[in-house]
């Protein structure tokens, strides 16, 4: 990559799910830790937060207070990769991570999988699958291994 030419961008979509944290770890490891310090990636991680109305619905009381922690852990994952930007936004997951791919004109989108069943997935929509038809990108979805008893 010529020097003063711009790298591609990669948005991770992050939420308070497990599977989301993997899915950032998993990439790091393969896309950014292996290249240090010439990554070949802007990296813009982005917390999409339900508003305080549906947090309370879908995670019950209580999850209101974990966020902030969960910001100050996504802050320190990502000061792993130098100039990498973290974003929060309030509301609905699939239409904030579209319009962020556009904003910073991405050229791969990483989210994590949930592996809702059939039922769960139409009630609550998956944001994966929303992403993966709507998004202007590549759209990459990590999968957590399931593990075998």
């Given at each position: 990559?010529?020097?003063?030419?711009?790298?591609?961008?990669?948005v991770?979509?992050?939420?308070?799910?497990?599977?989301?944290?993997?899915?950032?770890?998993?990439?790091?490891?393969?896309?950014?830790?292996?290249?240090?310090?010439?990554?070949?990636?802007?990296?813009?991680?982005?917390?999409?937060?339900?508003?305080?109305?549906?947090?309370?619905?879908?995670?019950?009381?209580?999850?209101?207070?974990?966020?902030?922690?969960?910001?100050?852990?996504?802050?320190?994952?990502?000061?792993?990769?130098?100039?990498?930007?973290?974003?929060?936004?309030?509301?609905d997951?699939?239409?904030?991570?579209?319009?962020?791919?556009?904003k910073?004109?991405?050229?791969?989108?990483?989210?994590?999988?949930?592996?809702?069943?059939?039922?769960?997935?139409?009630?609550?929509?998956?944001v994966?699958?929303?992403?993966?038809?709507?998004?202007?990108?590549?759209?990459?979805?990590?999968?957590?291994?399931?593990?075998?008893?």
């Amino acid at each position: 990559m010529a020097t003063g030419e711009e790298k591609p961008v990669m948005v991770v979509g992050m939420d308070e799910s497990e599977q989301s944290t993997y899915a950032l770890e998993w990439t790091l490891d393969r896309f950014f830790a292996p290249y240090a310090p010439n990554f070949p990636f802007k990296l813009f991680i982005v917390h999409a937060k339900p508003n305080a109305v549906s947090a309370v619905g879908l995670a019950g009381p209580g999850a209101a207070e974990v966020l902030p922690y969960v910001d100050t852990d996504l802050k320190h994952i990502a000061a792993r990769v130098d100039g990498a930007m973290f974003e929060v936004f309030e509301g609905d997951a699939r239409s904030i991570l579209c319009d962020v791919v556009d904003k910073h004109h991405a050229s791969l989108l990483v989210v994590g999988s949930h592996g809702y069943g059939a039922i769960k997935r139409a009630v609550l929509g998956s944001v994966s699958d929303y992403c993966a038809h709507h998004a202007h990108c590549s759209v990459m979805i990590v999968k957590k291994p399931k593990i075998k008893h």
